[in-house]
């Protein structure tokens, strides 16, 4: 089960250094390849959302089915054991939906970028004639 959630951590890490190399500032000839280059990888990085989705409904499944440690009759350590359960799932969760919220940014980024490319282009063929 760890691993799914170290993929999960690497693809957060990854999409937030592309969301952060997207905005920095650039010349316009390098932006412009690391735009297409990027948005060429969109496509098949969309394995990221049904992958969160069903990490998502895995956190649901186990909060629901999940024991309760709340009475007397549960000893330090099991309560400790419920609120560090409690704890990952929250963090859990938070990942998921920072996976899914940071590849629509990028999305977004890219083709706002393919837009203002396009204005661009028509603007100076106006110009032109």
């Given at each position: 089960?760890?691993?799914?959630?170290m993929?999960?951590?690497?693809?957060?890490?990854?999409?937030?250094?592309?969301?952060?190399?997207?905005?920095?500032?650039?010349?316009?000839?390098?932006?412009?390849?690391?735009?297409?280059?990027?948005?060429?990888?969109?496509?098949?990085?969309?394995?990221i959302?049904?992958?969160?989705?069903?990490?998502?409904?895995?956190?649901?499944?186990?909060?629901?089915?999940?024991?309760?440690?709340?009475?007397?009759?549960?000893?330090?350590?099991?309560r400790?054991?419920?609120?560090?359960?409690?704890?990952?799932?929250?963090?859990?969760?938070?990942?998921?939906?920072?996976?899914?919220?940071?590849?629509?940014?990028?999305y977004?980024?890219?083709?706002?970028?393919?837009?203002?490319?396009?204005i661009?282009?028509?603007?100076?063929?106006?110009?032109?004639e």
């Amino acid at each position: 089960m760890a691993l799914q959630w170290m993929i999960l951590t690497y693809v957060v890490a990854a999409e937030a250094a592309i969301a952060i190399l997207l905005t920095l500032p650039s010349p316009k000839a390098i932006k412009s390849r690391v735009v297409s280059l990027i948005s060429l990888t969109l496509q098949p990085s969309l394995f990221i959302i049904p992958f969160a989705a069903f990490q998502l409904l895995d956190i649901y499944w186990k909060n629901e089915h999940r024991l309760m440690c709340t009475g007397e009759i549960c000893t330090a350590t099991e309560r400790d054991r419920y609120e560090r359960s409690i704890y990952k799932a929250q963090r859990n969760a938070i990942l998921c939906v920072a996976a899914c919220l940071l590849y629509w940014c990028i999305y977004r980024v890219c083709k706002y970028y393919k837009e203002i490319q396009s204005i661009e282009e028509v603007e100076k063929r106006l110009k032109d004639e």
